[in-house]
């Protein structure tokens, strides 16, 4: 079966679901359970004879036997029990819930739509693919809130292009979302590396990758879109759950790719013995950290220092403030310009994600050992952003809008180099700027633009009527972060 026609007959039953009142993301959720069981099922006969860490009393063949009320009363009782366990199955199953309505949908599910699969000889592109199809679907139903965990896929595409991920390599993800990341840089290795042995593979299946999940549910669905990508299996899924900034995890990887989640700074709200509510800022304080602050992407950043091994290397959305915010982010854009080599800057265009008020941009660093001189010596930047313009819907970023970038990124020789921009070439998006130039910035600000505007001097230039309304909302609603943040550091208590 291709993808195509698999994505299709998942989505027919969706849309049965949907008019029973379950939403995309609860469908996604029933899926991953059933799926996990099946699975779990084929990998106990020939000619994998495994043995399952599914408890027979909750197993697949339990599901098939039943219907109807003996059915819903059964599933429930799975989903409770294998909940309780700890490893893999407490991460699919953690808080699982029963959101079916009907029992004779939830056996169409079972018996039509699983059973009739043998999901585990489905290649990895088709069934990863398909899975991946519903995330995003998900994820563009903006009352789920889903989208703040999916980073647009030919961005993913782009930054592993550049980043080049090696077999022999561990890759990190501390905010890892639905995993696009991790599965992205798998199918990168395993396309560029036609012959790779037994060892390999299975370092690549086992060891490779390390996705770290705040949200139970998110990490949930993480761990099943790995597992269909063929990374992981049943008894070992890659997916830490928990507060990746909490503490120093002690290890290092060669890799990281991120996208931490935007928003505005931490903080937890306090109930008083008088029943009043209050905000506490929740301020990261670590040994390993250069300054101490509320806001969470910088504490992403320097969190994503201490975990590149030396030599590593870092590919990090950020939004625009990490650029130019004052502070602990001038004390942290110093360090990481003095300490690490930063080297390249993707200026991304609004419009590109499912949340909204997002200017963001990639940056890309490696981590060095110590030294007294500073490392980075030329920061070059890619300005995306400015006359571009993209939707979600109507004009979403495609991979090959990228395809220059990649191609002035240079990832087989970087020092090969060379600015598309000049004084004759005033339109080029590419160009470098040396470290003395940056430092001598106010408060080091990387927040750096040298393109005109073509909507402000030439009204034949403005983009459709519904992209300039677009735009006008992502800047309200950036602006609107910032004063959030401003309110917040003077003390007011602000709505998220």
């Known amino acids: 079966m291709n993808t195509s026609t698999l994505v299709q007959k998942l989505w027919n039953y969706c849309n049965v679901l949907r008019d029973d009142g379950m939403s995309y993301g609860d469908y996604v959720e029933q899926l991953t359970y059933l799926l996990f069981l099946k699975m779990a099922d084929e990998r106990t006969k020939p000619p994998h004879n495994q043995r399952s860490i599914v408890p027979a009393a909750s197993s697949w063949p339990t599901l098939l036997k039943k219907d109807g009320d003996d059915l819903f009363d059964h599933y429930r009782h799975v989903l409770e029990e294998l909940g309780k366990e700890k490893g893999t199955l407490g991460l699919i199953f953690g808080k699982a819930q029963n959101k079916f309505q009907d029992p004779a949908k939830l056996r169409r599910v079972i018996a039509d739509l699983i059973d009739a699969e043998t999901w585990t000889i489905l290649g990895a592109d088709v069934k990863g693919d398909a899975y991946e199809g519903l995330l995003e679907k998900n994820a563009q139903d903006t009352k789920s809130g889903a989208g703040q965990y999916f980073t647009p896929r030919a961005l993913i595409q782009a930054m592993v292009d550049c980043i080049a991920p090696k077999a022999d390599e561990t890759i990190c993800d501390p905010a890892c979302g639905t995993g696009g990341f991790l599965f992205t840089a798998y199918n990168y290795i395993v396309h560029h590396n036609k012959n790779l042995t037994r060892e390999q593979t299975k370092h690549l299946r086992d060891a490779s990758f390390t996705g770290y999940e705040l949200v139970p549910a998110t990490g949930r669905l993480c761990a099943m879109n790995l ?270």
Not at 314 to 341: M, Q, S, W, Y
Not at 437 to 449: N, T, W
Not at 458 to 480: F, G, H, K, R, T
Request: net charge negative; with cysteine; charged share 30%.
């Open 227 to 496: 597992m269909l990508h063929g990374i992981g299996s049943e008894k070992s899924v890659p997916v830490v759950v928990g507060d990746a900034l909490a503490a120093d995890p002690g290890k290092r990887y060669d890799v990281v790719l991120a996208n931490p989640p935007f928003g505005k700074k931490s903080s937890t709200v306090i109930l008083g013995e008088d029943g009043r509510a209050s905000t506490e800022k929740d301020i990261v304080e670590r040994d390993d950290f250069w300054a101490t602050t509320s806001n969470k992407q910088l504490n992403f950043v320097q969190h994503i220092k201490t975990l590149l091994d030396i030599p590593g290397r870092a590919a990090v959305v950020v939004p625009d403030n990490v650029l130019f915010e004052g502070g602990a982010g001038e004390t942290i854009r110093r360090k990481l310009l003095h300490e690490c080599e930063v080297h390249t800057l993707l200026r991304l265009p609004t419009g590109l994600f499912y949340a909204q008020g997002v200017k963001a941009n990639v940056l890309f660093f490696d981590k060095k050992p110590a030294s007294q001189t500073r490392w980075t010596k030329t920061l070059w930047i890619y300005d995306l952003r400015t006359n571009k313009h993209f939707t979600l819907k109507t004009n979403p970023l495609r991979r090959e809008e990228l395809d220059e970038f990649v191609a002035l990124y240079n990832p087989a020789n970087r020092n090969k180099r060379k600015a598309t921009w000049s004084e004759d070439k005033p339109d080029g998006r590419w160009r470098g700027y040396s470290y003395d130039e940056l430092v001598a910035r106010d408060k080091a600000s990387l927040d750096i633009f040298w393109l005109k505007d073509d909507s402000l001097t030439d009204s034949d230039n403005l983009p459709a009527p519904e992209v300039i309304a677009q735009e006008i909302v992502e800047d309200l609603q950036a602006a609107l972060e910032q004063f959030k943040l401003i309110a917040g550091d003077l003390g007011a208590d602000v709505d998220a």
